[in-house]
């Protein structure tokens, strides 16, 4: 988790695979339960090898899928198998830009396991005591916070994973904190001396405070909506100037970019499809790969 290092999710990513791999070979071998590959070949059973000759065991797909996986709640499964796609996409290449579009996946993914591990084998097994929060040392203004956003358009191969695995989810399926653990974090102005040392509060969804904040939250992050002309107005002022809106068309429908579900912009009722920030980032980028095209 250092800092410096580029590739924290492509890390965390590959190991959790292992960890949750680990994890529910130990609960089969501790319920007897044979997680080794094998077929029955003229009678015999025959044990799968690998070419140096070890043991097969299931892989981490094979141990959510069959029938005696202690893993209850469907949410769960949807968050390993989408970490699971993307350590795919990602175990023979490098790539950038998903810290922040999978953080709340990870996050998930963390407490689902530490979870599981104490309702498998004793509470005395708990990570949480050990590694139970996180320290950073510099707050996030608002000036970061776009910066972020600015960096959430993700690589085709890992965004076309994220739609394959979210795009057919209901609302309820998407927000299921054992899929993804979202918090919304407010700086914390206390009235009494007692509290100033809670460094997180929980409030109560439906509560008055959530309400509060939810109100402050929506109204400060409304997001400012682009006409296609505007699109591509704004290529052409940044030296791309043969990108033109029969260009733009073909390039959202090629990715499907008015799919609610990408994020990528709005139907209005008064003004039809309306294109979000995040959108021009993505065709910026597009733009940036065939600059002998546009220039």
Same mark, same amino acid.
């Given at each position: 988790n250092s800092?410096?290092?580029?590739?924290?999710?492509?890390?965390f990513i590959v190991i959790a695979?292992?960890? =949750?791999?680990y994890l529910l070979h130990a609960y089969y071998k501790s319920k007897g339960i044979d997680y080794r590959y094998k077929e029955e070949i003229n009678g015999e059973i025959v044990i799968h090898k690998t070419k140096n000759g070890a043991e097969k065991y299931w892989e981490l797909s094979h141990c959510l899928t069959t029938d005696q996986c202690p893993i209850e709640d469907d949410a769960t499964k949807r968050n390993l198998a989408l970490l699971i796609e993307i350590r795919h996409e990602i175990e023979h290449r490098m790539t950038n830009r998903i810290d922040n579009a999978l953080s709340a996946k990870l996050q998930a993914c963390c407490l689902n396991f530490n979870r599981l591990l104490k309702q498998l084998f004793g509470q005395q +097994?708990?990570?949480?005591?050990?590694?139970?929060?996180?320290l950073q040392f510099s707050g996030i203004d608002y000036d970061q916070?776009?910066?972020?956003?600015?960096?959430r358009n993700l690589p085709a191969n890992i965004?076309?994973?994220r739609a394959m695995h979210e795009d057919g989810l209901t609302l309820e399926e998407y927000r299921d904190p054992r899929y993804a653990y979202r918090v919304l974090?407010?700086?914390k102005v206390v009235n009494k001396k007692a509290q100033a040392d809670e460094v997180i509060e929980f409030i109560s969804m439906g509560s008055n405070d959530a309400t509060k904040i939810n109100q402050a939250y929506l109204k400060e992050v409304e997001k400012t909506k682009y006409r296609p002309k505007m699109?591509?107005?704004?290529m052409k002022a940044e030296g791309f100037s043969k990108f033109n809106l029969h260009h733009h068309t073909k390039l959202w429908k090629t990715l499907d970019a008015q799919n609610p579900g990408k994020g990528y912009?709005?139907?209005?009722?008064?003004?039809?499809?309306? =294109? +979000?920030?995040? =959108?021009?980032?993505?065709?910026?980028?597009?733009c940036e790969e065939n600059r002998e095209k546009y220039t």
């Open positions: 800092p410096k290092t580029q590739f924290r999710s492509e890390t695979i292992i960890a =949750w791999t +097994y708990g990570l949480d005591r050990d590694m139970s929060i996180a916070r776009q910066a972020l956003q600015a960096e965004e076309a994973v974090f407010v700086p699109v591509v107005d704004k912009g709005v139907e209005t009722a008064a003004d039809g499809w309306r =294109w +979000y920030e995040r =959108w021009i980032e993505a065709v910026r980028q597009h």
